[in-house]
């Protein structure tokens, strides 16, 4: 929560550029130009967050976006077109073949090995909707999932199912099979809700092939496996191919109400886009990764989830601090679970690789649409949906006339929300890139992630980003929103959106942030209406003191709305968090304390119904790295009980849970040693 500079985020450019090579680049690598500066109604929106200038002094400036490159250009559009860059919807023999028959994809006769993907189980993708296909049905053995693989069925892919690393082209994705190395598979955790949200009956976790078939030993009868294709930007800097280097999709099922959930097995390993990697993954990332999942869940945050996490028996090399001094640790695969596993970089590097690659960014839009957004398909001029861009022009953008337009400020919005939830648990990603940007608007890809102990704005978790600690708490919101522009560039590049209507979307979510945060904020602590002073000292406060942040928002409903509290007593309910402290900062505190209690007793909210409502959105508990360490300490002596009873604390993290108090504790001592409190990217 610090200040943001909306020109760190983004730099001045008056039209979007085209993809440049710089002088410099190596073949194949192009970096994307940012959009032009935000409208002054964005950076207005950005710049009231609820912080006082001794905090924004700790804010570092993002690094700098790449000053070259962006989206091809093109011919202008044609006035005679119905919709800007608008497609016609793909129908069978039309723009999904025939584009899938050119850039490599299926053939108009599909490969014997592929017809079981072309097929719907549950009918034709193109009828307009996925709900209500499937009725109510009893919970599912694997064998009877009802597996409906539109990602493979609709979009183009590799012709080859090698995993020679390579460049991929004219492809979203590639067919490969799990190939990681599995001695004896161990079931180590699952999570029961997620096997409802698929129609998986949870007895199925007790069959003797389950670990088999989740550590990629056994194929899962109807799946059809693939790795994505995609790119990002690292650090600001455009990277170029990426894509799924140890995650493989096992397929796309719909449960009995209409929706859509991919699996997918991290660690599996190796793909074409596994570049110098392995392609596997070790026990410690992926109890990290398992349970934040699911405790992300909890808190009410959009997330991907986990299904299930597999030991395999054998062991993995990794250097865990990139120092040189490698070891082996005990190797895992992860199931994770999501609606879809789009981001951001899915439809950059197609954008990237120049005009010829530009039907692929439009085509993979509509299937985006048509499955995930299929609302924005039914827009009417009824509806309305004109708005101007900012303060700074006259251009009026109708989001009715352009569902791509509607879809880029839906997603700005989406994150914008998931944001802001970010902010107001403390949790930091740690790894930002536009390759981690989910196009739903979840929390992907859970790397070097940590929540805050001692609130500082400056946290990163994260060892890589310590030199100019972009991606640290405070930068959430700003970084998020230069991603959005490169999402932008790369829409505008393929003709898909105006570059009215990407500020637009821009503004947006600066807009959407704000309103957000602002009301998370009040609810946090309490209040009757927003105060943007009264939330900035005490955040001034706790950075100053470096206050536990879960830890004191749960007390703060303890306070009473009583202003007749002698002086000496005003901070007792808070005592456990305000620790050794002087005499200087104690009457700092007494006076915040003494402002919160006027706004309190303004509001005329009942004590009891206060400590209700915010209870309800400040947590107990959180899982912070240290609990996650416990976990992992024991699971590699081959202990999962630590694992069970975290995941069942962070499934209630509102919830009082008698008996599991020291799952709230402040954190000790060792929490803060290296590879706890900080990570590196090494999984």
């Not at 196009?439 to 060892?463: C, K, M, Q, R, S």
């Not at 007793?601 to 400040?618: A, F, H, L, Q, W």
């Not at 599991?660 to 090494?682: F, H, I, N, Q, T």
Request: glycine content about 8%; proline content about 7%; aromatic content about 8%.
């Amino acid at each position: 929560g610090t200040e943001i500079i909306a020109q760190h985020a983004t730099r001045a450019h008056k039209k979007v550029g085209g993809i440049r090579r710089p002088a410099s680049a190596m073949p194949g690598h192009f970096r994307l130009a940012p959009l032009c500066s935000p409208p002054r109604a964005c950076r207005a929106a950005l710049s009231v967050l609820p912080v006082p200038s001794p905090l924004s002094d700790l804010a570092r400036p993002l690094a700098s976006p790449p000053t070259s490159g962006g989206a091809p250009s093109a011919p202008p559009r044609s006035p005679s077109r119905r919709l800007p860059g608008r497609l016609s919807l793909p129908r069978r023999g039309g723009i999904a073949c025939g584009l899938a028959r050119k850039f490599g994809g299926f053939a108009e006769s599909p490969p014997k090995e592929w017809s079981e993907a072309m097929e719907s189980p549950a009918g034709s993708a193109q009828d307009g909707g996925e709900s209500g296909r499937c009725e109510e049905r009893a919970r599912l053995k694997l064998e009877d999932l009802n597996w409906d693989h539109s990602f493979v069925r609709e979009l183009p892919g590799d012709p080859r199912t090698d995993t020679i690393p390579r460049e991929v082209l004219r492809a979203c994705y590639t067919k490969v099979s799990p190939s990681a190395e599995v001695e004896k598979p161990d079931l180590v955790a699952w999570s029961e809700s997620v096997a409802e949200l698929l129609d998986l009956d949870p007895r199925e976790f007790e069959r003797p092939d389950f670990p088999l078939i989740f550590s990629g030993v056994s194929p899962l009868v109807g799946g059809v496996p693939y790795a994505q294709c995609y790119g990002g930007h690292q650090f600001g800097v455009w990277a170029g191919q990426l894509g799924d280097g140890r995650a493989i999709t096992l397929g796309e099922l719909l449960n009995s109400h209409g929706e859509r959930w991919e699996l997918q097995l991290k660690g599996a390993g190796k793909t074409p886009y596994s570049r110098f990697a392995d392609g596997l993954a070790v026990l410690r990332s992926s109890i990290r990764e398992f349970l934040c999942s699911e405790a992300m869940h909890g808190l009410g945050i959009p997330t991907t989830r986990a299904l299930c996490l597999v030991a395999t028996g054998k062991f993995v090399s990794r250097d865990m601090f990139y120092d040189g001094n490698p070891k082996e640790e005990p190797g895992a695969i992860v199931c994770r679970v999501a609606q879809s596993f789009l981001r951001f970089g899915s439809y950059q590097i197609h954008a990237s690789r120049g005009n010829e690659h530009q039907e692929i960014v439009c085509l993979l839009a509509d299937y985006t649409i048509r499955h995930h957004f299929p609302h924005l398909e039914k827009m009417s001029k009824s509806e309305g949906l004109s708005f101007e861009v900012g303060q700074e022009s006259s251009s009026v953008v109708d989001l009715t006339s352009n569902k791509y337009a509607a879809w880029a400020v839906e997603i700005a919005e989406r994150t914008a929300s998931l944001v802001a939830s970010w902010q107001g648990v403390g949790f930091t990603h740690g790894v930002l890139n536009t390759d981690n940007m989910s196009v739903l608007g979840l929390t992907i890809d859970y790397g070097p992630f940590g929540f805050l102990d001692a609130f500082d704005p400056n946290y990163t978790p994260n060892t890589t980003d310590l030199p100019g600690r972009r991606y640290c708490f405070a930068n959430q919101p700003d970084v998020c929103l230069w991603n959005i522009a490169q999402f932008t560039t790369t829409l505008s590049g393929a003709k898909l959106i105006s570059q009215d209507e990407a500020n637009y979307a821009m503004e947006r979510y600066g807009i959407k942030f704000m309103d957000d945060y602002k009301s998370i904020m009040t609810k946090k602590l309490g209040l009757p209406k927003y105060n943007k002073e009264l939330i900035g000292k005490l955040l001034n406060n706790m950075s100053v003191d470096k206050v536990d942040y879960t830890i004191f928002f749960r007390l703060l409903s303890n306070i009473k709305a009583d202003p007749s509290i002698p002086e000496s007593d005003l901070l007792v309910p808070l005592k456990a968090v305000l620790l050794d402290i002087g005499r200087e900062r104690k009457e700092a505190w007494i006076s915040w304390v003494k402002s919160y209690i006027q706004e309190l007793v303004s509001g005329g909210v009942p004590d009891e119904e206060r400590k209700v409502t915010m209870n309800s959105i400040n947590p107990k508990y959180i899982l912070r790295n240290y609990l996650c360490q416990s976990a992992i300490d024991a699971a590699e002596q081959g202990d999962y009980t630590v694992v069970h009873r975290l995941l069942k604390v962070m499934e209630h993290p509102y919830a009082e849970q008698p008996g599991m108090e020291k799952y709230a504790r402040l954190p000790p001592a060792w929490a803060y040693r290296p590879g706890v409190c900080m990570l590196s990217c090494s999984s």
